[in-house]
């Protein structure tokens, strides 16, 4: 039987209470493995995140909702693990009493129930091998199924042939080095992630993930040996600067291109800027060239468009320039119904128009 949400936090709160029972005596006010926190504030979050996930589910969040730290610093290890108890209780219930076309906000991705309840696994089985490991216990060896829910819901992009289930979700959050995957310097997860024809999906390269791929890193995808390519560097740049700048909009910038079949990323797509006062935005994209003549970029192009198209503030029309003499690029570029508008000889630009009505 498919573990559910509900299930999954039950299973996963059970599991952690009890290991942090177990370890209750020691001192949790040396730092968690890997963190700047204690064990007892590492603790803490646990707590957090699941009253946060819990409340903001049930109040359907459209926004960033704050919750007061309600364990006092000096409480007993025993005492918080109750916590943790409780408030996991509140997520499940949460999740349970959620109905299938629920979401709510969180800023890796608006989600559903199966998608905050995939949160709370996460944050429960990765904060508690980093309290854990701090006070010498190495053993901790989750549920497979709880992280395979968790890697299903939120880690599209991280690849499952190097590892087990468990190991692969430590790489996923940073912890670890998996063969032929380095530990990466920075990640995420993508609760809503953009689809683009069911062979690839689209996963926004945010601020923080841009600036370790504008550096040379990873950004936290697994690359076939040829990428990622330099288009995609300077892209993940120029969203790193915009951030740091205050010119940054959510949505609008690069994403990977991240091909389903093996979950590698084997490009980059996206908008140099959020749209004009007009609506006008301008697309690009870049792929390895092993990925090439294959129809990902199409694919990708398309599954961008509807997401431009379909938003609250939607683009009104979309652009590309292509170098003249590049034929694949022109063909990708028209078979999503780009129109070509003008050249200067070098290169050539095209445009898409919203549909009429707005959202595709």
């Given at each position: ?27 949790w006010?040396v ?12 603790a ?10 819990a409340?903001?589910l ?33 997520l ?5 009493a ?6 709510a ?11 905050f ?5 996460v ?12 006070l010498?216990?190495h ?23 190097a ?16 063969p ?14 953009v ?25 936290g ?13 300077f892209?993940a740049?120029?969203t ?20 389903t ?12 800027a ?8 301008e ?9 090439r003549g ?9 599954g ?45 630009r ?11």
């Open positions: 039987m498919k573990i559910t949400g509900t299930h999954a936090i039950d299973r996963a709160v059970s599991l952690i209470t009890q290991a942090l029972h177990d370890a209750a005596h020691q001192d006010t730092p968690a493995a890997g963190l700047e926190w204690s064990c007892h504030d590492t803490v979050h646990i707590v957090n995140d699941f009253t946060v996930y409340a903001r049930t109040a359907r969040a459209q926004g960033p909702l704050e919750v007061e730290r309600y364990t006092a610093p000096g409480a007993p290890p025993a005492e918080l693990a109750e916590a943790i108890a409780a408030s996991g209780a509140r499940a219930a949460a999740v349970a959620a109905g299938p076309a629920d979401r906000w969180h800023p890796y991705g608006t989600a559903d129930a199966d998608g309840a995939a949160m709370g696994v944050e429960a089985l990765v904060h508690t091998h980093d309290v854990l490991d701090a010498g216990t053993d901790f060896d989750p549920d497979p199924e709880l992280c395979t829910f968790a890697l299903d819901r939120l880690f599209p992009h991280t690849p499952r042939d590892a087990a289930p468990w190991p692969t979700l430590l790489w996923a959050t940073g912890r670890t080095a998996l032929g995957l380095p530990r990466l310097g920075a990640w995420r997860w993508y609760a809503d992630p689809p683009a024809g069911g062979r690839i999906v689209l996963c926004e390269i945010t601020p923080g993930v841009a600036e370790d791929l504008h550096a040379g890193g990873s950004g995808f697994a690359w076939p040996e040829d990428g990622p390519g330099e288009g995609t560097r892209a740049g120029m790193a600067a915009a951030y740091r700048e205050g010119t940054y909009r959510p949505g609008w910038g690069p994403y990977a291109v991240v091909r079949q093996d979950r590698r990323a084997i490009g980059g797509i996206g908008f140099h959020a749209p004009d006062a007009d609506g006008n935005a697309v690009g994209y870049d792929l390895v060239p092993s990925a294959n129809g990902f970029a199409t694919d990708a192009l398309n961008l468009t509807a997401w431009a198209f379909g938003q609250p503030d939607p683009a009104a029309v979309l652009h590309a320039t292509v170098d003249e003499g590049n034929a694949p690029s022109h063909g990708v570029v028209k078979r999503a119904g780009f129109e070509r508008t003008g050249t200067d000889g070098e290169q050539v095209y445009a898409l128009r919203a549909p009429v009505g707005g959202r595709q």
